[in-house]
């Protein structure tokens, strides 16, 4: 299995995200989302196509704590479940 590692730099109302692999390099060109439902479907859908490109991988998130903006983030990570096959 191949470790994956998901960047979130959070802002009020956005979040900078990218992904990583075990050597700190860029693997997925970093992107901006809104905090907003569509921003998370959409961060929803890049998750999912990524794991459609990298058989059997894992995928580890980690947000910057920023005084509450984070958490959105945080659940809607907590909540959606990819399966990378």
């Not at 860029?26 to 459609?52: A, I, M, P, W």
Request: glycine share 8%; hydrophobic share 30%.
């Amino acid at each position: 299995m191949t470790n994956y590692f998901l960047a979130a730099d959070v802002s009020k109302g956005y979040a900078d995200f990218v992904i990583l692999d075990s050597d700190k390099s860029e693997v997925e060109r970093s992107f901006q989302l809104d905090d907003t439902f569509g921003g998370h479907n959409e961060l929803y859908n890049k998750l999912v196509e990524f794991c459609s490109q990298h058989i059997d991988c894992r995928i580890y998130a980690g947000l910057e704590s920023t005084g509450g903006y984070e958490n959105t983030g945080f659940t809607f990570l907590e909540s959606c479940k990819v399966s990378c096959p």
